[in-house]
């Protein structure tokens, strides 16, 4: 005899706005309805249901005149130099599905997960972010940290100047004397166009999602201001489960995604500062496959990881030799579209940012490809 769905099951899903979810309640193993039934009681009814309605009426604005933010923007002045909570949706008959509700879901994370008690015990008292997709990163970059404490900041970013008017990067800016970080879709072509006297683009400060934070700093945040961060639409492809219970995998957006971002709370900073960075050395993000076109693709980010190694390698003497043994002429300026000269790779055991390297590689030849491990940099040291 199949059992119908217990009654408190049915209540938390009605509650939810979310009763569906039961409907192939009779075609489920024990084991099934075991899983789902654990799943559901892990729901919060009332946050779940107002976080749909939110999700419609946001995407209900988003299709209305987009605000005039950019009458509200200013430029930077001159002086300026993980995990989450989840949203709930069924892709298998007998399961839900968590998504990670955007990287400013960090800050209920590091409340929900005692962080920065832990941080306190440990006597962290600054924290280097930044985001998993940039090949370049500099983890716990000295100078950076360093620059920001000195400037007595309790947030930082880093920002590369913009490469062309609609790069998809938010910009860092001013709105109404408030440091916020604008998304490049939230304001008008003429905007993104506007040019200084010198051709530069006016609102040229990329976001690159690299950012600094005291402790203190982020206490505040868990504790008074994460509320108050807006939730931004992201239109996505997310699988579900069609009226037969098969698993469909969309080719089309089909749902909408409501996500946090870890920058919003710039403005809540008391003394915020930027520090601008070459984006050849720090900015070299992954976005697409390599299908999807030229760009932010994973042969663009080793391209750009080469060319920086082997820049590292000729400024400290190095020099390369082709298939006759003959050196091959020096090219230190990025080609974004071609390969370096010669492949060059340098363990981050090794050098950081290219220091240290003088000593072993000056006035020194190596054919390509160069693979410099702690194991490699000891038997040249030998070899002197």
Known sequence: MLLPPPPHVRELLARAGQPEVLRFWEQLSAEERRLLEAAVKQLEPGVLRAHCQEAAMARHREQQPAPNTHRHMKPLPGECGAGGTQQARQHQRSRKVDISDGNGGLYRALTNNRILEDMDRRGIRFVHVYCVDNILVKMADPVFIGFCVEKGADCGAKVVEK????????VVCLVDGIYQVVEYS???????????????????????CN??????????????????????????????????????????PNGIKMEKFVFDVFQFSKKFVVFEVLREDEFSPLKNADSAGSKDTPSTARRALLWQHYRWAVQAGAHFLDSNNMRIPHLTRLQEAEEPP???????????EGEGLEEYLKDREFHSPLLLTEEALTALGQCQ
């Open 342 to 352: 010669a492949v060059c790779e340098i363990s981050a055991l090794v050098s950081c």
């Open 163 to 170: 490469a062309y008017p609609t790069e998809p990067v938010g």
């Open 211 to 252: 950012h600094f934070f005291t402790v203190d700093f982020l206490k505040s945040v868990t504790e008074e201001f994460e509320p108050q961060l807006k939730r931004h639409i992201a239109v996505k492809k997310i699988p579900y489960v069609d009226e037969q219970g098969n698993t469909v995998r969309p080719e089309v």
């Open 186 to 208: 939230e304001v008008s072509q003429e905007t993104v166009e506007q040019r200084n006297p010198d051709g530069r683009l006016t609102f040229n400060a990329g976001n690159i």
